[in-house]
Nanobody
């Protein structure tokens, strides 16, 4: 059974850092695009960052570029999102999601980093940035 479990959320002051983890089971990361999405109260779910180790590609939304770093550890079947210089507007529930690369012809992850295209989702982790 394919499963994604997020961890690492919490409360942090503006300017602080957090690292989210997404532990995958039931499938191998190498053959999937793994993405982080977030949803703030009253807003639509938006793509934050995606990664594919087999494509050798990462994508960041403009709002987090230079502050967030996505990485994957295939040996641990885990994807991380290091979030630095956090702002109050980063407050949201962060979700890990996955979609298989099978049948996909894209050379980069960016066109695949959309919520509607993801097949599997975790339960989410709340990140609150507040003083």
């Amino acid at each position: 059974q394919l499963q994604l479990v997020e961890s690492g959320g919490g409360l942090v002051q503006p300017g602080g850092s957090l690292r989210l983890s997404c532990a995958a089971s039931g499938f191998t990361l190498e053959y999937y695009v793994i993405g982080w999405f977030r949803q703030a109260p009253g807003k639509e779910r938006e793509g934050v960052s995606c990664i594919s180790s087999s494509l050798g590609s990462v994508y960041y939304a403009g709002s987090v570029k230079g502050r967030f770093t996505i990485s994957s550890d295939n040996a641990k079947n885990t994807v991380y999102l290091q979030m630095n210089s956090l702002k109050p507007e980063d407050t949201a529930v962060y979700y890990c999601a996955a979609v298989s690369l099978l049948g996909k012809s894209s050379a980069t992850v960016q066109p695949l980093c959309v919520a509607d295209g993801m097949d599997y989702w975790g339960e989410g982790a709340l990140v609150t940035v507040s003083s």
